[in-house]
Protein backbone atom coordinates (compact mmCIF):
# COMPACT_ATOMS: atom_id res chain seq x y z
CA UNK A 1 0.00 0.00 0.00
CA UNK A 2 1.20 2.97 -1.03
CA UNK A 3 1.97 5.63 2.26
CA UNK A 4 3.42 9.03 2.96
CA UNK A 5 4.18 10.35 6.33
CA UNK A 6 4.84 13.82 6.90
CA UNK A 7 5.99 15.83 9.93
CA UNK A 8 4.54 19.13 10.44
CA UNK A 9 6.39 20.47 13.38
CA UNK A 10 5.15 24.04 13.15
CA UNK A 11 1.89 25.70 12.49
CA UNK A 12 4.33 28.79 11.13
CA UNK A 13 8.03 28.64 10.68
CA UNK A 14 9.25 30.58 13.25
CA UNK A 15 7.07 29.94 16.16
CA UNK A 16 8.56 26.88 17.39
CA UNK A 17 7.76 23.55 19.79
CA UNK A 18 10.19 22.11 22.12
CA UNK A 19 13.04 20.11 21.37
CA UNK A 20 11.22 16.81 22.78
CA UNK A 21 7.98 16.97 20.97
CA UNK A 22 10.38 17.16 17.96
CA UNK A 23 12.75 14.73 18.34
CA UNK A 24 9.76 12.04 19.17
CA UNK A 25 8.40 12.93 15.67
CA UNK A 26 11.63 12.55 14.11
CA UNK A 27 11.81 8.89 16.15
CA UNK A 28 8.94 8.02 13.97
CA UNK A 29 10.68 8.52 10.91
CA UNK A 30 8.62 10.82 8.77
CA UNK A 31 8.99 10.79 4.58
CA UNK A 32 8.71 14.63 4.66
CA UNK A 33 9.22 17.76 7.10
CA UNK A 34 6.90 20.28 5.59
CA UNK A 35 5.33 23.77 7.10
CA UNK A 36 4.00 26.94 6.24
CA UNK A 37 5.74 29.93 6.49
CA UNK A 38 3.61 32.65 5.81
CA UNK A 39 -0.29 34.33 6.36
CA UNK A 40 -2.37 36.78 6.00
CA UNK A 41 -3.74 36.55 9.17
CA UNK A 42 -2.16 39.59 10.58
CA UNK A 43 -3.43 42.25 7.74
CA UNK A 44 -2.20 43.43 4.82
CA UNK A 45 0.87 45.70 5.65
CA UNK A 46 3.49 42.38 5.49
CA UNK A 47 2.26 42.10 1.73
CA UNK A 48 2.26 45.27 1.11
CA UNK A 49 5.41 46.07 2.38
CA UNK A 50 6.87 42.84 1.55
CA UNK A 51 7.94 42.16 4.76
CA UNK A 52 8.37 38.82 6.97
CA UNK A 53 6.80 38.97 10.15
CA UNK A 54 8.66 36.61 12.78
CA UNK A 55 12.33 37.34 13.92
CA UNK A 56 15.06 36.21 11.62
CA UNK A 57 16.14 34.46 14.58
CA UNK A 58 13.34 32.34 15.55
CA UNK A 59 13.20 31.60 11.52
CA UNK A 60 16.90 30.28 11.72
CA UNK A 61 16.35 28.16 14.53
CA UNK A 62 13.06 26.40 13.42
CA UNK A 63 14.88 25.70 9.91
CA UNK A 64 18.14 24.61 11.04
CA UNK A 65 16.44 21.87 12.85
CA UNK A 66 14.49 20.68 9.98
CA UNK A 67 17.78 21.06 7.59
CA UNK A 68 19.58 19.13 10.52
CA UNK A 69 16.80 16.29 11.16
CA UNK A 70 15.88 15.71 7.02
CA UNK A 71 20.02 15.86 6.33
CA UNK A 72 19.79 12.60 8.91
CA UNK A 73 16.83 11.04 7.37
CA UNK A 74 17.69 11.24 3.95
CA UNK A 75 14.19 12.85 3.38
CA UNK A 76 12.54 16.60 1.83
CA UNK A 77 11.65 19.69 3.19
CA UNK A 78 9.01 21.53 2.03
CA UNK A 79 8.83 25.48 3.04
CA UNK A 80 5.73 27.25 1.51
CA UNK A 81 4.97 31.13 1.88
CA UNK A 82 8.43 31.52 2.51
CA UNK A 83 8.72 35.47 4.33
CA UNK A 84 5.17 35.18 5.70
CA UNK A 85 3.56 37.52 2.67
CA UNK A 86 5.41 35.02 -0.04
CA UNK A 87 6.93 37.53 -1.93
CA UNK A 88 9.69 36.80 -4.41
CA UNK A 89 11.98 38.60 -1.73
CA UNK A 90 10.63 36.23 1.02
CA UNK A 91 12.24 33.11 -1.25
CA UNK A 92 15.33 34.56 -1.34
CA UNK A 93 15.10 35.66 2.21
CA UNK A 94 14.98 31.67 2.88
CA UNK A 95 17.41 30.83 1.06
CA UNK A 96 19.74 33.32 2.44
CA UNK A 97 18.79 31.52 6.35
CA UNK A 98 19.43 27.87 4.25
CA UNK A 99 23.23 28.93 3.04
CA UNK A 100 23.70 30.48 6.49
CA UNK A 101 22.62 26.88 8.09
CA UNK A 102 24.04 24.69 5.59
CA UNK A 103 28.15 26.24 6.11
CA UNK A 104 27.68 26.34 9.71
CA UNK A 105 26.55 22.46 9.87
CA UNK A 106 28.81 21.29 6.52
CA UNK A 107 25.53 19.86 4.45
CA UNK A 108 25.14 20.35 0.92
CA UNK A 109 21.46 20.46 -0.22
CA UNK A 110 19.60 21.38 -3.72
CA UNK A 111 16.96 23.95 -3.41
CA UNK A 112 14.34 24.22 -5.56
CA UNK A 113 13.13 27.96 -5.49
CA UNK A 114 9.35 28.64 -6.52
CA UNK A 115 8.23 32.35 -7.52
CA UNK A 116 4.52 33.58 -7.16
CA UNK A 117 4.95 37.16 -7.37
CA UNK A 118 2.67 38.64 -9.93
CA UNK A 119 3.43 41.80 -11.91
CA UNK A 120 0.68 44.48 -12.08
CA UNK A 121 0.77 44.59 -15.92
CA UNK A 122 0.81 40.74 -15.82
CA UNK A 123 -2.36 40.85 -13.61
CA UNK A 124 -4.03 43.88 -15.68
CA UNK A 125 -3.51 41.84 -19.03
CA UNK A 126 -5.72 38.68 -17.52
CA UNK A 127 -8.20 41.12 -16.21
CA UNK A 128 -8.17 42.61 -19.47
CA UNK A 129 -9.25 38.58 -20.91
CA UNK A 130 -11.57 38.01 -18.83
CA UNK A 131 -9.54 35.33 -16.63
CA UNK A 132 -9.76 36.92 -12.93
CA UNK A 133 -13.47 36.41 -10.45
CA UNK A 134 -14.21 38.12 -7.34
CA UNK A 135 -14.24 35.60 -4.01
CA UNK A 136 -16.98 36.92 -1.50
CA UNK A 137 -16.87 39.55 -0.13
CA UNK A 138 -17.20 40.67 -3.95
CA UNK A 139 -14.35 43.31 -4.35
CA UNK A 140 -14.66 45.55 -7.52
CA UNK A 141 -11.78 45.10 -9.65
CA UNK A 142 -9.96 47.27 -11.73
CA UNK A 143 -6.85 48.45 -12.83
CA UNK A 144 -6.74 51.64 -11.04
CA UNK A 145 -6.79 48.64 -7.87
CA UNK A 146 -4.62 46.96 -9.41
CA UNK A 147 -2.05 49.49 -10.06
CA UNK A 148 -2.55 50.38 -6.14
CA UNK A 149 -0.97 47.38 -4.85
CA UNK A 150 2.60 47.47 -3.96
CA UNK A 151 2.82 43.21 -4.52
CA UNK A 152 0.72 41.11 -5.67
CA UNK A 153 1.21 37.11 -5.29
CA UNK A 154 -0.37 34.28 -6.69
CA UNK A 155 -1.35 31.38 -3.83
CA UNK A 156 0.30 28.23 -5.27
CA UNK A 157 -1.00 24.83 -5.24
CA UNK A 158 0.57 20.88 -4.83
CA UNK A 159 2.01 20.99 -8.33
CA UNK A 160 4.87 22.72 -8.55
CA UNK A 161 6.35 21.36 -5.28
CA UNK A 162 5.87 17.91 -6.87
CA UNK A 163 7.57 19.09 -9.85
CA UNK A 164 10.38 20.23 -7.58
CA UNK A 165 10.60 16.72 -5.66
CA UNK A 166 10.26 14.78 -8.57
CA UNK A 167 13.58 16.68 -9.78
CA UNK A 168 14.83 15.70 -6.35
CA UNK A 169 14.93 18.67 -4.62
CA UNK A 170 16.37 18.66 -0.50
CA UNK A 171 14.44 21.77 0.00
CA UNK A 172 11.80 23.42 -1.42
CA UNK A 173 10.97 27.06 -0.76
CA UNK A 174 8.00 28.62 -2.22
CA UNK A 175 6.37 31.95 -2.72
CA UNK A 176 2.28 32.42 -1.62
CA UNK A 177 1.27 28.72 -1.21
CA UNK A 178 -2.45 27.15 0.28
CA UNK A 179 -1.31 26.04 3.45
CA UNK A 180 -2.32 22.90 2.45
CA UNK A 181 -0.58 22.37 -0.57
CA UNK A 182 2.85 22.09 1.18
CA UNK A 183 1.62 19.68 2.99
CA UNK A 184 -0.34 17.78 0.49
CA UNK A 185 2.32 17.40 -1.98
CA UNK A 186 4.75 14.27 -1.05
CA UNK A 187 1.31 12.00 -0.31
CA UNK A 188 -0.08 13.29 -3.61
CA UNK A 189 3.34 12.12 -5.25
CA UNK A 190 3.42 8.62 -3.78
CA UNK A 191 0.11 7.63 -5.04
CA UNK A 192 -2.09 8.14 -1.62
CA UNK A 193 -5.20 9.18 -1.98
CA UNK A 194 -5.67 12.38 -3.25
CA UNK A 195 -9.09 12.96 -1.21
CA UNK A 196 -7.31 12.06 2.16
CA UNK A 197 -3.85 13.71 0.69
CA UNK A 198 -5.89 16.90 0.59
CA UNK A 199 -8.01 16.64 3.72
CA UNK A 200 -5.20 15.17 6.24
CA UNK A 201 -3.29 18.53 5.47
CA UNK A 202 -6.25 20.43 6.13
CA UNK A 203 -6.58 19.25 9.50
CA UNK A 204 -2.79 19.21 10.23
CA UNK A 205 -1.46 22.67 8.43
CA UNK A 206 -1.59 24.69 11.35
CA UNK A 207 0.44 21.82 13.32
CA UNK A 208 -1.05 21.17 16.56
CA UNK A 209 -3.95 23.22 16.42
CA UNK A 210 -5.95 19.77 15.90
CA UNK A 211 -4.84 18.75 18.89
CA UNK A 212 -6.38 18.98 22.35
CA UNK A 213 -2.58 20.75 23.60
CA UNK A 214 -1.78 23.28 20.51
CA UNK A 215 1.14 24.88 22.26
CA UNK A 216 2.71 21.19 22.70
CA UNK A 217 3.21 21.98 19.08
CA UNK A 218 3.99 19.32 15.91
CA UNK A 219 1.72 16.90 14.22
CA UNK A 220 2.59 14.07 11.98
CA UNK A 221 0.34 13.24 9.32
CA UNK A 222 0.15 9.34 7.77
CA UNK A 223 -1.71 9.06 4.70
CA UNK A 224 -2.40 5.85 2.18
CA UNK A 225 -4.50 4.75 -0.38
CA UNK A 226 -7.85 4.76 1.64
CA UNK A 227 -7.42 7.39 4.53
CA UNK A 228 -5.51 9.10 6.96
CA UNK A 229 -4.24 9.15 10.69
CA UNK A 230 -3.44 12.08 12.64
CA UNK A 231 -0.99 11.51 16.15
CA UNK A 232 0.58 14.26 18.37
CA UNK A 233 4.31 13.44 19.09
CA UNK A 234 3.75 15.89 22.72
CA UNK A 235 3.53 13.66 25.77
CA UNK A 236 0.54 15.96 27.18
CA UNK A 237 -1.87 16.14 23.85
CA UNK A 238 -3.74 13.71 21.63
CA UNK A 239 -5.90 13.42 18.93
CA UNK A 240 -9.86 13.31 19.37
CA UNK A 241 -12.40 13.08 16.36
CA UNK A 242 -13.61 16.51 17.95
CA UNK A 243 -10.26 18.06 17.13
CA UNK A 244 -9.44 17.02 13.88
CA UNK A 245 -12.47 17.57 12.30
CA UNK A 246 -13.11 20.82 13.98
CA UNK A 247 -10.33 21.94 11.93
CA UNK A 248 -12.49 21.87 8.79
CA UNK A 249 -13.73 25.14 10.68
CA UNK A 250 -10.69 26.69 10.74
CA UNK A 251 -10.50 29.43 8.22
CA UNK A 252 -13.34 27.52 5.79
CA UNK A 253 -16.54 29.01 6.22
CA UNK A 254 -17.81 25.28 5.24
CA UNK A 255 -17.43 22.66 7.76
CA UNK A 256 -17.62 20.04 4.49
CA UNK A 257 -15.88 21.43 1.70
CA UNK A 258 -12.60 22.51 1.02
CA UNK A 259 -11.55 24.33 -2.08
CA UNK A 260 -8.17 23.97 -3.27
CA UNK A 261 -6.45 24.74 -7.14
CA UNK A 262 -8.21 22.28 -9.14
CA UNK A 263 -10.30 20.21 -6.56
CA UNK A 264 -13.01 20.65 -4.02
CA UNK A 265 -12.73 18.23 -1.05
CA UNK A 266 -16.00 17.02 0.35
CA UNK A 267 -15.73 15.86 4.24
CA UNK A 268 -19.80 15.14 4.65
CA UNK A 269 -19.52 11.57 4.60
CA UNK A 270 -15.78 11.15 6.37
CA UNK A 271 -15.70 8.90 9.05
CA UNK A 272 -13.29 10.01 12.16
CA UNK A 273 -12.43 7.32 14.18
CA UNK A 274 -9.79 7.15 17.78
CA UNK A 275 -7.67 4.87 17.48
CA UNK A 276 -5.70 4.28 20.52
CA UNK A 277 -2.71 6.07 22.03
CA UNK A 278 -4.72 9.33 20.90
CA UNK A 279 -4.56 8.83 17.35
CA UNK A 280 -7.23 9.40 14.89
CA UNK A 281 -8.01 7.58 11.38
CA UNK A 282 -10.03 9.41 8.89
CA UNK A 283 -11.92 7.49 5.92
CA UNK A 284 -14.76 8.39 3.26
CA UNK A 285 -13.19 11.80 2.48
CA UNK A 286 -14.61 12.40 -1.49
CA UNK A 287 -12.65 14.93 -3.76
CA UNK A 288 -13.72 16.11 -7.01
CA UNK A 289 -11.64 17.95 -9.99
CA UNK A 290 -12.77 21.23 -10.98
CA UNK A 291 -11.78 24.34 -12.91
CA UNK A 292 -7.75 25.30 -12.19
CA UNK A 293 -7.96 28.44 -10.24
CA UNK A 294 -5.19 30.55 -8.50
CA UNK A 295 -5.93 32.90 -5.46
CA UNK A 296 -4.67 36.34 -6.04
CA UNK A 297 -3.73 38.51 -2.86
CA UNK A 298 -2.16 41.51 -3.49
CA UNK A 299 -2.05 45.01 -0.87
CA UNK A 300 -0.44 48.66 -1.17
CA UNK A 301 -0.50 52.12 0.41
CA UNK A 302 -3.45 53.53 2.46
CA UNK A 303 -1.75 56.21 3.97
CA UNK A 304 -0.52 56.97 7.26
CA UNK A 305 -1.36 56.34 11.22
CA UNK A 306 -0.52 57.72 14.04
CA UNK A 307 -2.36 56.18 17.53
CA UNK A 308 -2.65 57.46 21.12
CA UNK A 309 -3.43 55.18 23.77
CA UNK A 310 -5.41 56.22 26.72
CA UNK A 311 -6.23 54.84 30.47
CA UNK A 312 -9.74 55.75 31.52
CA UNK A 313 -11.04 54.19 35.36
CA UNK A 314 -13.80 57.27 35.97
CA UNK A 315 -16.44 55.98 37.35
CA UNK A 316 -18.99 58.37 35.24
CA UNK A 317 -17.32 57.55 31.89
CA UNK A 318 -17.33 53.47 32.57
CA UNK A 319 -20.95 53.63 33.04
CA UNK A 320 -21.84 54.42 29.68
CA UNK A 321 -18.76 54.61 27.36
CA UNK A 322 -20.34 55.10 24.32
CA UNK A 323 -21.87 57.94 24.81
CA UNK A 324 -18.94 59.95 26.47
CA UNK A 325 -17.19 59.14 23.70
CA UNK A 326 -19.66 60.36 20.66
CA UNK A 327 -19.97 63.80 23.50
CA UNK A 328 -15.66 63.66 22.84
CA UNK A 329 -15.78 62.89 18.90
CA UNK A 330 -18.58 65.80 18.84
CA UNK A 331 -16.12 68.37 20.23
CA UNK A 332 -12.98 67.37 18.67
CA UNK A 333 -14.65 67.25 14.69
CA UNK A 334 -15.85 71.37 16.19
CA UNK A 335 -12.12 71.64 17.38
CA UNK A 336 -10.92 70.25 14.11
CA UNK A 337 -13.03 71.94 11.84
CA UNK A 338 -12.54 75.74 13.73
CA UNK A 339 -8.69 74.78 12.62
CA UNK A 340 -8.92 74.52 9.04
CA UNK A 341 -8.38 70.34 8.86
CA UNK A 342 -10.77 69.38 6.06
CA UNK A 343 -12.67 66.06 7.00
CA UNK A 344 -11.94 64.49 3.71
CA UNK A 345 -8.10 65.00 4.38
CA UNK A 346 -8.65 62.23 7.56
CA UNK A 347 -10.27 59.83 9.61
CA UNK A 348 -10.14 58.99 12.91
CA UNK A 349 -11.80 55.84 15.19
CA UNK A 350 -11.94 55.83 18.84
CA UNK A 351 -11.96 51.94 20.45
CA UNK A 352 -12.82 51.89 23.72
CA UNK A 353 -10.95 48.13 24.76
CA UNK A 354 -12.68 46.60 27.36
CA UNK A 355 -16.26 47.52 26.57
CA UNK A 356 -16.96 46.49 22.99
CA UNK A 357 -13.57 47.65 20.64
CA UNK A 358 -13.31 43.73 19.72
CA UNK A 359 -16.39 43.02 17.84
CA UNK A 360 -18.30 46.21 17.90
CA UNK A 361 -21.61 45.05 19.17
CA UNK A 362 -24.08 45.71 21.83
CA UNK A 363 -22.84 45.01 25.78
CA UNK A 364 -24.19 42.86 28.15
CA UNK A 365 -27.23 44.57 30.10
CA UNK A 366 -25.89 46.41 32.66
CA UNK A 367 -22.35 45.94 32.34
CA UNK A 368 -19.44 48.22 33.38
CA UNK A 369 -16.31 47.94 33.16
CA UNK A 370 -13.29 48.08 35.56
CA UNK A 371 -11.38 49.96 33.13
CA UNK A 372 -11.01 50.75 29.42
CA UNK A 373 -8.52 51.74 27.48
CA UNK A 374 -9.52 53.75 24.54
CA UNK A 375 -7.47 53.55 21.37
CA UNK A 376 -7.34 56.84 19.12
CA UNK A 377 -6.21 55.69 15.15
CA UNK A 378 -5.81 59.11 12.82
CA UNK A 379 -5.23 57.97 9.18
CA UNK A 380 -4.05 60.74 6.60
CA UNK A 381 -2.62 61.26 3.60
CA UNK A 382 0.94 61.77 5.51
CA UNK A 383 2.30 60.86 8.35
CA UNK A 384 2.60 65.07 9.55
CA UNK A 385 -1.82 65.30 9.35
CA UNK A 386 -1.69 62.16 10.65
CA UNK A 387 0.27 63.76 13.99
CA UNK A 388 -1.66 66.95 14.13
CA UNK A 389 -4.81 65.24 14.09
CA UNK A 390 -3.66 63.01 16.93
CA UNK A 391 -2.13 65.59 18.85
CA UNK A 392 -5.06 67.98 18.86
CA UNK A 393 -6.99 65.09 20.52
CA UNK A 394 -4.51 65.05 23.40
CA UNK A 395 -5.94 67.11 25.88
CA UNK A 396 -9.37 66.15 25.00
CA UNK A 397 -8.22 62.26 25.86
CA UNK A 398 -6.59 63.56 29.24
CA UNK A 399 -9.55 65.63 30.51
CA UNK A 400 -12.78 65.82 28.44
CA UNK A 401 -15.22 66.69 30.89
CA UNK A 402 -17.58 63.40 32.35
CA UNK A 403 -20.57 65.72 32.85
CA UNK A 404 -21.71 69.66 33.02
CA UNK A 405 -20.31 71.52 36.14
CA UNK A 406 -18.60 68.81 37.05
CA UNK A 407 -14.74 68.73 37.94
CA UNK A 408 -12.12 67.92 34.83
CA UNK A 409 -10.78 64.67 35.85
CA UNK A 410 -7.83 63.35 34.48
CA UNK A 411 -7.27 59.70 32.54
CA UNK A 412 -3.55 58.42 31.50
CA UNK A 413 -1.37 58.47 28.79
CA UNK A 414 0.74 55.11 29.53
CA UNK A 415 3.16 56.81 26.75
CA UNK A 416 5.41 59.81 26.58
CA UNK A 417 5.02 61.70 23.72
CA UNK A 418 1.60 60.12 23.57
CA UNK A 419 1.06 60.03 19.72
CA UNK A 420 2.80 57.14 18.31
CA UNK A 421 3.41 57.20 14.30
CA UNK A 422 2.78 53.84 12.56
CA UNK A 423 4.04 54.87 9.37
CA UNK A 424 2.88 53.84 6.41
CA UNK A 425 -0.43 51.24 6.10
CA UNK A 426 -1.92 48.86 3.34
CA UNK A 427 -4.78 47.81 2.47
CA UNK A 428 -5.84 44.13 0.49
CA UNK A 429 -6.77 45.77 -3.22
CA UNK A 430 -7.44 41.94 -4.33
CA UNK A 431 -8.97 38.88 -3.41
CA UNK A 432 -10.01 37.31 -6.51
CA UNK A 433 -8.94 33.93 -8.44
CA UNK A 434 -7.50 33.05 -11.70
CA UNK A 435 -8.51 31.29 -14.10
CA UNK A 436 -5.13 28.94 -15.50
CA UNK A 437 -5.34 26.13 -18.26
CA UNK A 438 -1.76 25.44 -16.59
CA UNK A 439 -0.50 25.55 -13.12
CA UNK A 440 2.70 26.39 -13.78
CA UNK A 441 1.34 29.85 -15.99
CA UNK A 442 2.28 32.20 -13.91
CA UNK A 443 5.31 31.02 -11.93
CA UNK A 444 9.27 30.61 -12.39
CA UNK A 445 10.85 27.72 -10.71
CA UNK A 446 14.88 27.94 -9.92
CA UNK A 447 17.39 25.09 -8.66
CA UNK A 448 20.98 25.87 -6.74
CA UNK A 449 22.93 23.64 -5.14
CA UNK A 450 23.84 24.97 -1.42
CA UNK A 451 27.49 23.65 -0.77
CA UNK A 452 28.07 23.37 3.25
CA UNK A 453 31.93 23.26 2.27
CA UNK A 454 31.74 26.82 1.06
CA UNK A 455 33.28 29.59 3.12
Known amino acids: MNKCKV????????????????????AMKPDIISTDAGSTDSGPYYLG?????????????????????????????????????GVDDGVDFMEDVCREICREEGITVKVAKI????????????LGS???????????????????CSHIVGVLGAEPFIEALKNGADIVLAGRTTDTAVLACMPLLKGCSPAAAWHGAKVCECSGTCTTSP????????????GFEVESPARDSI????????????????????????????????????LPEGRVRVENTRIRQTSYTMKLEGAGPAGYQTITLVGIRNRIVLKDPMSWLDKLSAHADQKLGSLGYDPDSYSYSLRPYGYQAVYGGDVPEGYIPNELGVLLTVTADDQETATK??????????????????????????????????????EFQL?????????????????????????
Do not use: W
Open 215 to 226: QSGGIVLTVDES
Open 7 to 26: FVPYGGLGMGISEESFQRAI
Open 115 to 126: YSELSRETVNEK
Open 389 to 426: IAKVFNPILLHFEVAKNTPKPSFAFPFSPAEVEKGRIY
Open 130 to 148: GKIKPLEPVMELDQEKVNK
Open 431 to 455: NHVIELDDPFELIRMEYVTIDGKEE
Open 49 to 85: AGKCKYAREAIKNDTKRMIVAAHKLHIPITIGSCGTC
Open 239 to 274: CTPFTISAHLLYENADPFHLVEPGVIVDVSEADYIQ
